[in-house]
């Protein structure tokens, strides 16, 4: 079902091989995309990535170096495939500048950020700033508050998220690594958003 490699961030470059690639395969039946996870640290991300592919939730997941690359393949209703190539970036400030590394040439951009955290919602934002700045142009952006489950704490509402996305012209969604809540629904939003822009 998946490839899984982690890349520490002295081997980056092997993420630019892939700047050359189509942003998605010709084949309208069988989709490849590249797709690319920003956020601050701790929001998530790899959690994310780890409750799509594998289906499993790690409460001790540590801290991604540089980024790490898995593969999941889903099946649409119309018997469309598509396969995401998944790179999973680090998210401390430290890493801040190899993310173009592994933006450029994607179709596809998760963005999250942490419901509690009004921080790493403005670092959401930066990043759609640099992905409109430096992204490709027809790239489908998916702003993502993670860590739905933890409600009681929230520090941003879903309203404020959404009207956000809503200008941007992304799509917006809440949810759970640690419940599994609207995991696969990101993932199939995005397919149902690549083919119109492929076809065009």
Known sequence: MGCA????DKSARQASSLNSEPLAANDPKHIRVKLVLLGDSGVGKSC???????GQFDPTSKVTVGA?????TIALQNSTTV???IWDTAGQERYAALAPLYYRGAAVAVVVYDITSPDSFHKAQYW?????KHGSPDIVMALVG???DLHENRRVSAQEAEEY?????????ETSAKTADNINQLFEEISKRLPQRQSS
Not at 49 to 54: G, I, S, T
Not at 68 to 72: E, G, K, P, V
Not at 128 to 132: I, N, R, Y
């Open 48 to 54: 994310i990535v780890l409750r799509f592919v594998r």
């Open 68 to 72: 790490s690359f898995l593969c999941q």
């Open 5 to 8: 490699a982690s890349v520490p």
């Open 165 to 173: 996305a809503e200008k941007i012209g992304m799509f917006f969604i």
């Open 128 to 132: 759609v700033k640099e992905l409109q």
């Open 146 to 148: 993670n860590k739905a």
């Open 83 to 85: 396969k995401f190539e």
